[in-house]
């Protein structure tokens, strides 16, 4: 199972990939120490810090019932400068 699920991309995200930002959902279980072996082993670059938030669950009335919009983790990880990740070259599974 791959700790990185997938590049997550909003507005805030990728103008953050100009400051050398890259920011990921990741597995619920992942450590920092498991996600910066697999960030330096999936993108071959080196990160200076990683910060990770997890985004609780929030409560939806969806057609008058209440549902819930199930909580992630994601990761902001930040490179030194001038370095960055080549999305282009990643091919999709």
């Keep these: 199972m791959s700790l990185i699920l997938n590049r997550h991309e909003t507005e805030k995200a990728i103008e953050a990939e100009n400051r050398s930002i890259y ?3 990741v597995a619920p279980a992942a450590t920092k120490s498991e996600i910066k072996r697999a960030v330096v082993k999936s993108y071959q ?3 200076r810090q990683l910060r990770i938030v997890n985004i609780p669950r929030k409560k939806l009335i ?3 019932h209440p549902m819930w919009r199930s909580g992630y983790k ?3 990880v930040y490179l030194k400068t001038g370095e960055k990740i080549d999305f282009k070259s990643e091919v999709k599974k």
Aim: aromatic share 16%.
């Design 23 to 25: 920011t990921f959902r």
């Design 45 to 47: 670059v080196t990160p």
């Design 62 to 64: 969806y057609r008058g």
């Design 74 to 76: 994601k990761v902001m």
